[in-house]
């Protein structure tokens, strides 16, 4: 089915067209009917599932009638950019029947925001932190709030803001159309929905899945080796976008460090930087200032980058939620990806998990000519290894490539068996 199936409006329908939507995404095609009938909706989607389209276009063509300039449309999102890439998708959609729409999340002055606000807007993104400011303030008027949005539920719970949301459901109308997002269900996402739904339907996408687009691959390593063999594993992928995931704040802040003194263009996402520093290093990814973004899971909450093509685990994620949301930033758009896992001794529990997730064995594999065995030097872990002798910006000589493209210095790498 296309777009035209949903009946949107006019001007809509040639915004969808502009931005090059041609088939509803699954998670389109299942809420967009139901979101429009008005009905409260429980949406259980990964990543990168097209699930903001999902509500967005029927909100506003809900909004595209009725009075403007008030506050008619609520979407919590757990991130600041993520409730700024909301605001993107909710500009670039509406502007053709002239919805204002605004982001309100903390870090910045909080002044600007009010001044948007008085001015009048039709849909406000915001971070639950913030919001609850202005909601103490009076600087912001939800008595004629239509629809709620909660977006990446899980991950708000994650991050502690359970208790925000709950004192922001209490300021809310009662009667409004609420919808919640999220890629899993833990017991106290249950306890919300039934909290703040009414009667509400459904919706599931594959359920705990990895892209097919993905391929997976685990690279036993020793702790105190991981570094050399992140740089090591660098060279040979030469092009691409390479998202790194590490598990703490810390270790992303050197990691990006020692990509760059190995002239690597890298950057960190972790949450030690301002709001102007985690812009400049999203907006440098997106637009390849930088090939490398090393991350933290919760600072990587709203990273919407198409072409991203490996994601590599520096450090293995606590769940397997954790794996299938990192893993998800890649094999996006009909592209293939690489997910590159660096795994120890200790983690074979959380591997066994996610083998268990995946129903299959994951691919061990070696980096040949890489020094396994090489003694501990805590000093060295963040050290410049030695250089191979090409540019990481060129093409290797002698090099191979991939199925889509992407240049492996001739070495490549050695598979193991399972």
């Known amino acids: 089915m296309g ?23 699954p998670i389109q095609e299942k809420a967009i009917p139901i979101v429009m009938k008005g009905r409260d909706v429980v949406g259980l989607a990964q990543t990168g599932t097209g699930k903001t389209a999902a509500f967005v276009l029927p909100i506003l063509e809900r909004l595209n009638q009725g009075q403007r300039g008030k506050v008619r449309a ?15 998708v909710v500009v670039s959609l509406g502007k053709s029947i002239g919805i204002k729409s605004m982001t309100i999340f903390g870090g910045v002055n909080i002044n600007p925001q009010m001044k948007n606000l008085r001015s009048g807007v039709d849909v406000v993104v915001a971070c639950p932190g913030r919001l609850l400011d202005h909601m103490n303030q009076k600087t912001i008027v939800l008595s004629h709030l239509e629809v709620l949005v909660l977006d990446e539920a899980d991950q708000m719970f994650d991050m502690g803001f359970l208790p925000d949301i709950r004192k922001i459901l209490k300021q ?28 509400p339907e459904t ?6 899945a990895a892209a097919v687009t993905v391929t997976h691959a685990l690279f036993p390593v020793s702790q105190h080796l991981k570094t050399e063999l992140l740089l090591q594993i660098m ?24 990509l760059v003194s190995a002239d690597f263009r890298a950057a960190s996402l972790q949450g030690n930087l301002s709001q102007a520093k985690r812009e ?51 094999g996006r758009a009909a592209r293939t ?5 660096f795994v120890t001794a200790e983690d074979s529990g959380a591997v066994r998990a996610i083998e268990r997730v995946l129903k299959a064995s994951i691919e061990r594999r070696t980096v040949e000519g890489f020094d396994y065995k090489a003694a501990e ?22 090099a191979g490539s991939t199925r889509d493209g992407r240049s492996f210095s001739a070495g490549g790498f050695r598979r193991k068996k399972s």
């Open 3 to 25: 777009f035209k199936a949903f009946q949107f409006c006019d001007e809509i329908s040639e915004s969808i067209k502009a931005q090059g939507f041609v088939k509803p995404t």
């Open 74 to 88: 609520l979407i919590i999102a757990p991130t600041r950019e993520l409730a700024g890439q909301i605001n993107d």
């Open 172 to 199: 809310v109308p009662k009667k409004r159309q609420t919808l919640l997002f999220s890629a899993t269900m833990p017991k106290e996402i249950q306890f919300l929905a039934q909290e703040c739904l009414t009667n």
């Open 203 to 208: 919706i599931e996408t594959a359920k705990n």
């Open 235 to 258: 060279y040979k992928i030469g092009t691409g976008s390479v998202l790194v995931f590490t598990r703490t704040k810390h270790r992303a802040k050197r990691l990006a460090e020692t």
């Open 280 to 330: 400049k290093a999203l907006a440098g990814f997106r637009d390849g200032t930088f090939q490398v973004l090393v991350a933290t899971d919760i600072a990587a909450r709203g990273i919407d980058v198409s072409q991203i093509s490996h994601v590599i685990n520096y450090d293995i994620p606590d769940t397997t939620d954790a794996y299938i949301h990192r893993i998800g930033r890649t």
């Open 337 to 341: 990806g690489d997910a590159y896992t």
């Open 377 to 398: 030097s805590k000093k060295n872990e963040f050290a410049r290894p030695s250089r191979p002798g090409q540019s990481s910006n060129r093409k290797p000589s002698g």
